[in-house]
């Protein structure tokens, strides 16, 4: 006799109303069922045309009228890094100035220095608890950077933590190696001998131990210009690896239309993407990330240009950007009400952008962000009326049951 289950499906799911989620709405199937097979959707739709299976031996869950999505997608995190930037918070409220701030070693540079200084455990187990964080409120797949090491050594350390939490943690981790984050203090007054590291050594040593799935840069004046973010660009084309881009956060170089020339997968921020670099990326396939996160905490008045991207038919994610300096939050639900409130994003687009364009932003959106026949079985059971729900409050958390390659985790 063999041991192999022959039934239909492993698991089903009914008296549940789905939110499949598609270009253009929710996708909404209500009084529906959804099956499993293998880790994967096996079947889905109106509950009265669920095919014939072996009830006796599948496990069968009542939804009892609960709302069911696609697992979603965080496509832009920092989360793995050391200390955190409360002390500096709390002067900057007391009045100290950028300057006093810098002088006490404030800044990315005390990040840095705390990851650094941190061992691996340590690393690890914060920000394990920021992916648990994530997770409880329904997040499946999160992607992950490195940029507090700056060192060979300690961008390594940062990348091999995200990929062990890949590994150990039910959330799918995609990594991506953001040497060119900031200038390390060793290479002060010196940014061009910084990125022939990270394009060389850095990078060659990244990819020896297939440690990134994607690279990515900060294009700014704070941070990097065009051709040295087209170095790095070059450096991972020839890597074979994609690209995305920090760009357009608090002013216009181009970023972005240098990212699309790469194909990239998205450019991240956009406060002050102009409508020339909304073609550019539309023409390339690359995907709009806001972060509304960021614009929040940083106190920002520049929008991002929601209409045009809307006009141009743009796909827009929306991501959690969580890091100790400029976003320190690890609330996907909390971004989605912010896209509505702060970006006037709609509820149907702000959930869209944590699920089907966010998986396209991590080049994933074959395997996840959809409900769909054929794709990995990550979903989550909500406890709410309708889908809009989810953008419009924050603080109960509605999530019942996240359920991860088939798996209730
Ligand atoms: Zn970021």
């Known amino acids: 006799m063999s041991l192999k289950n022959n039934n239909v499906f492993d698991s089903v799911w009914v008296d549940i109303n789905l939110a499949t989620i598609n270009e253009t709405d929710y996708g909404i199937i209500e009084d529906a069922a959804l099956a499993i097979k293998d880790g994967k959707i096996a079947w889905l739709g109106a509950k009265k045309d669920l095919p014939e299976f072996d009830a006796l031996a599948t496990p069968l869950y009542q939804g009892r009228g609960a709302w069911v999505t696609p697992g979603l997608i965080d496509c832009h995190s920092h989360i793995v890094y050391g200390g955190d930037r409360a002390k500096e918070f709390e ?203 960021a614009f929040y905490f940083l106190r920002e008045t520049q929008q991002p240009p929601i209409e045009l991207l809307r006009q141009h038919q743009v796909p827009m994610a929306i991501a959690t950007d969580a890091n100790p300096g400029s976003s320190p939050l690890c609330s996907i639900q909390l971004m989605l009400n912010m896209a509505c409130t702060l970006f006037r994003m709609t509820p149907y687009e702000a959930l869209a952008g944590v699920t089907i364009h966010a998986a396209k932003a991590l080049g994933v959106e074959e395997e996840v962000g959809t409900l769909e026949v054929g794709k990995q079985a990550d979903f989550v059971v909500w406890d709410i009326n309708h889908p809009a729900q989810l953008a419009y409050q924050f603080g109960v958390n509605p999530c019942q049951q996240v359920i991860k390659a088939g798996n209730i985790v």
Do not use: W
């Open 91 to 293: 002067m900057r409220l007391e009045g100290a100035s950028y300057q006093d701030i810098a002088a006490a070693g404030g800044g990315i540079v005390s990040t840095v220095k705390a990851t650094r200084e941190a061992d691996e455990e340590t690393l690890y187990v914060a920000a394990k608890n920021r992916l648990n964080a994530l997770m409880k409120e329904g997040v499946t797949t999160v992607e992950i950077k490195s940029g507090y090491g700056l060192d060979v050594e300690n961008e390594l350390k940062m990348l091999r933590i995200a990929r062990l939490l890949g590994q150990h943690h039910p959330v799918d981790v995609k990594t991506t190696f953001l040497g060119a984050h900031a200038l390390p203090p060793e290479f002060k007054d010196n940014a061009d001998g910084y990125i022939d590291l990270v394009c060389g050594e850095m990078l060659e040593a990244v990819v020896a131990e297939d440690l990134a799935d994607a690279v990515d840069a900060f294009c700014e004046s704070v941070g990097f210009n065009l051709e040295q973010t087209r170095r790095v660009f070059d450096a991972a084309k020839q890597h074979g690896l994609p690209v995305k881009l920090h760009a357009e956060q608090m002013s216009n170089l181009g970023g972005s239309e240098l990212a699309a020339s790469y194909q990239g997968l998205s450019v991240d921020h956009i406060e002050y993407l102009d409508e020339q670099g909304v073609k550019a990326i539309k023409a390339a396939g690359t995907v709009a990330v806001v972060l509304p996160g």
